[in-house]
């Protein structure tokens, strides 16, 4: 089998199955596990997968910046926001992440709403800027550009200093192995923080998100309230997830 065939073998397992498991895929074909993991390795290379010990899962498109994932997914975007909008009450202090999704949310925040947002992200506190009667609190650090956040040292101790009722945590990956992931380590602490300081923590896991895996864990599976996901979300990934214990909204 031709390089370019086994490449296009590789990604068609991920797209059906989920995962490549270079032993079995190399018992199967009848190569040796080297030449698997290098094919892994120059796919990894373009973006095209995320490889783990023995194989590897699919990649998360939303490693992209900022602008980038601006076109991605845009009505699961909204159908996710929607869901995550509906469990704010009046009176409570929300921690808002940065991301299109999360942007998403604010802009379906009710007109009416009397609430507390604290956000890390420029973007957000922005859209609630002309609420009527949400106040906004920015948590300010160095700018990490591609996500358009705060973060670092200033970032991580005003967190510290933070009790927040909701967490609407942003992430790339929602795998049920692999957890909740992202594409960069110190937005992962950043989110990490955010989540030890509230009292539940609601993922916002848009389809494209669902079954894939990014380099850095935020949190377990465990360590949050529920994934919001939408009507197009895999059913295989979401039913790996119910498996695995997590409680899913929106679908």
Same mark, same amino acid.
């Given at each position: 089998?031709?390089?370019a065939?086994?490449?296009?073998?590789?990604l068609?397992?991920l797209r059906d199955? *989920?995962?490549?498991?270079?032993?079995?895929?190399?018992?199967?074909?009848?190569? @040796?596990?080297d030449?698997?993991?290098?094919?892994?390795?120059?796919?990894?290379?373009? *973006?095209?997968?995320h490889? +783990?010990?023995?194989?590897a899962?699919?990649? @998360?498109p939303?490693?992209?910046? =900022?602008?980038?994932?601006t076109?991605?997914?845009?009505?699961?975007?909204?159908?996710?926001?929607?869901t995550?909008?509906?469990?704010?009450?009046?009176?409570?202090?929300?921690?808002i992440?940065g991301?299109?999704?999360?942007?998403?949310?604010?802009?379906?925040?009710?007109?009416?709403l009397r609430?507390?947002?604290?956000t $890390?992200?420029?973007?957000?506190?922005?859209?609630l800027a002309? $609420?009527?009667?949400?106040?906004?609190?920015?948590?300010?650090?160095?700018? =990490?550009?591609?996500?358009?956040?705060a973060?670092?040292?200033?970032? $991580?101790?005003?967190?510290?200093?933070?009790?927040?009722?909701?967490?609407f945590?942003g992430?790339?990956?929602? $795998?049920?192995s692999?957890?909740?992931?992202?594409?960069?380590?110190?937005?992962?602490?950043?989110?990490?923080?955010?989540?030890?300081? @509230?009292?539940?923590?609601?993922?916002?896991? @848009?389809?494209?998100?669902?079954?894939?895996?990014?380099? =850095?864990? +935020?949190?377990?599976?465990a360590?949050?309230?529920?994934v919001?996901?939408?009507a197009?979300?895999?059913e295989r990934?979401?039913?790996?997830?119910?498996?695995?214990?997590?409680?899913?909204?929106?679908?």
């Amino acid at each position: 089998m031709l390089a370019a065939q086994r490449r296009e073998l590789i990604l068609a397992t991920l797209r059906d199955e *989920g995962r490549v498991v270079a032993k079995d895929l190399a018992a199967e074909l009848d190569l @040796s596990e080297d030449t698997i993991r290098r094919d892994l390795r120059e796919l990894a290379g373009e *973006g095209l997968l995320h490889r +783990v010990h023995g194989g590897a899962l699919p990649a @998360s498109p939303a490693v992209a910046d =900022f602008t980038a994932r601006t076109a991605i997914g845009t009505g699961a975007k909204a159908e996710v926001a929607r869901t995550a909008a509906a469990l704010v009450r009046p009176g409570q202090t929300v921690a808002i992440d940065g991301g299109t999704t999360a942007r998403e949310l604010a802009r379906r925040l009710p007109r009416d709403l009397r609430a507390t947002v604290i956000t $890390h992200s420029p973007t957000i506190a922005v859209e609630l800027a002309t $609420h009527p009667t949400v106040e906004v609190i920015i948590v300010g650090g160095r700018l =990490f550009k591609h996500s358009v956040i705060a973060g670092g040292a200033l970032a $991580h101790e005003a967190i510290g200093r933070v009790s927040a009722d909701l967490f609407f945590l942003g992430v790339t990956g929602v $795998h049920p192995s692999a957890g909740l992931t992202t594409g960069d380590a110190d937005e992962a602490a950043i989110k990490r923080a955010w989540t030890e300081r @509230s009292a539940e923590t609601y993922v916002l896991g @848009s389809a494209e998100k669902i079954g894939a895996a990014s380099a =850095f864990e +935020v949190v377990p599976l465990a360590g949050v309230t529920a994934v919001i996901t939408d009507a197009g979300a895999p059913e295989r990934g979401v039913a790996e997830l119910r498996a695995a214990g997590v409680r899913i909204l929106g679908v």
